[in-house]
């Protein structure tokens, strides 16, 4: 007998933004010191508030601080299933603002507002869909908003998403 294969979520299409829509997470993600650690290594960011414990407590804030480019990623990439999952392109990133201190142990959340939509004029196979962003915390304090471009395909030029036959099997 053959299988049945239901189709899993794959995100939005052009057609499917609608501006004043607002999209929430689905997932919270609760940001710890190794989140925070590897990300300011990888990023070469020698500024000690992010890493040094010591040199943290002795100033304003008393412990590290999350390093501010990963707020920006997490942040970003919570709205990537709502957002831009069929992107074709990230077209830019405009007033970014870090409205509140991020600590290890804060939980992030993103929701984000459809603002702008358009045909894109070089790309007939996808339009510009302008969103706003913002990253709240477990207390429900915006900790940063930002405005997104991206240019996201229309439904039926995207390309095809790919699974293996599996051998021996067929599906209907």
């Known amino acids: 007998m053959a299988k049945e294969i239901i189709a899993g979520w794959e995100g939005r ?4 933004f609608e501006i004043g829509h607002f999209y929430r997470s689905r997932f919270g993600h609760t940001v710890t010191e190794a989140d925070n ?4 290594q990888l990023t070469h960011n020698t500024n000690p508030l992010h890493f040094d414990a010591e040199y943290a407590g002795r100033t304003k804030w008393g412990k590290i601080l999350v ?3 990963f707020t920006l990623a997490l942040t970003v990439g919570m709205s990537v299933p709502d957002v831009s999952e069929n992107a074709l392109a990230n077209l830019g990133w405009e007033e970014v603002k870090l409205t509140h201190p991020v600590f290890i142990g804060d939980t992030l959340y993103c929701e984000t507002e459809v603002l702008e939509t358009r045909l894109s004029k070089s790309h007939p196979d996808a339009g510009i869909v302008k969103v706003r962003s913002r990253a709240v915390n477990q207390d429900g304090k915006v900790v940063l908003t930002l405005v997104r471009s991206i240019m996201v395909y229309q439904k039926d030029q995207a390309p095809a998403r790919a699974f ?3 051998e021996g099997e067929s599906a209907t």
Not at 13 to 16: K, L, N
Not at 37 to 40: G, I, P, R, S
Request: hydrophobic residues 45%; aromatic residues 22%; without cysteine.
């Open 164 to 166: 293996p036959d599996i």
């Open 13 to 16: 299409f052009f057609e499917d």
């Open 67 to 69: 390093n501010s480019t």
């Open 37 to 40: 650690a590897l990300f300011t």
